[in-house]
């Protein structure tokens, strides 16, 4: 089988600095792999090259068997099967909810507009915001427009999802319920390849865990060994600074 996301000898730089160092992981479909390390590591910027918000320097990336990276792809056409969660929401403040998550369905999909209402009124009740769709993104708590972002991914349909630390902009009572949705998200075997410090999640819900540090994966396997008994030091060092007991 096709995996869905395989990502090859990826090196990226930013004029002098190589943020990617040559980096290898590949997603099988329908699978959850969570992305941890500390700040700086290259975790979003290895998101970013997946559907080319970020040209990669050198390396391939393929997206169910089709090479993103190559200079003749069809980006749009790839990008469509890609949902994106970024850590901010991105909603238009003038938009409704419900409008925030017809936009690109009108526009990218082509849907006429009862179907793209009615793909956006079932998304939104997925997520559990069906009862503010008619509330602009002002109205709302980070926590409910970041489940406005995801009902908009979800609204594409999309065969994979992209999760950019989408709960590191919410205050700290708001997380849960983000987490809750993309728990029933891998639950439906959805595809997730997620870059997140939320190690409880990471734990329970990822079939593997990537740890990056400095550029590099420098371990990868499932969450049980990884956060439960990490082999590299540097893996250790770090969940000793996010695990610490609260007192």
Do not use: W
Not at 30 to 49: A, D, E, N, Y
Not at 135 to 148: E, K, T, W
Not at 166 to 188: I, N, Q
């Amino acid at each position: 089988m096709t995996p869905a996301i395989e990502i090859k000898d990826l090196h990226k730089h930013f004029g002098g600095n190589e943020v990617l160092r040559g980096i290898d992981c590949t997603v099988e479909s329908g699978q959850v792999v969570c992305v941890i390390g500390p700040s700086g590591s290259g975790k979003s910027t290895l998101l970013r090259c997946v559907n080319l918000l970020e040209q990669p320097t050198r390396g391939k990336v393929l997206v169910e068997g089709v090479e993103v990276t190559d200079p003749d792809v069809d980006i749009d056409a790839v990008r469509r099967r890609i949902g994106m969660v970024f850590q901010q929401f991105n909603l238009f403040p003038h938009m409704t909810a419900l409008q925030n998550v017809m936009v690109a369905q009108r526009r990218v999909l082509k849907r006429g507009q009862k179907e793209a209402e009615r793909v956006a009124r079932e998304n939104l009740d997925r997520v559990g915001v069906g009862d503010k769709a008619d509330a602009y993104p002002a109205q709302l708590s980070g926590g409910q427009q970041q489940r406005v972002a995801i009902a908009r991914a979800l609204a594409m349909n999309p065969d994979l999802m992209l999760f950019d630390e989408p709960t590191s902009a919410l205050d700290p009572e708001l997380v849960g319920d983000v987490l809750a949705v993309m728990r029933k998200l891998a639950e439906e075997g959805m595809t997730m390849l997620v870059v997140t410090h939320e190690m409880g999640f990471a734990r329970e819900v990822a079939d593997r865990v990537v740890f990056m540090d400095g550029g590099v994966v420098v371990e990868d396997g499932p969450p049980a060994q990884v956060i439960g008994e990490p082999r590299h030091e540097r893996t250790r060092a770090f969940l000793r600074r996010v695990l610490r007991p609260e007192g």
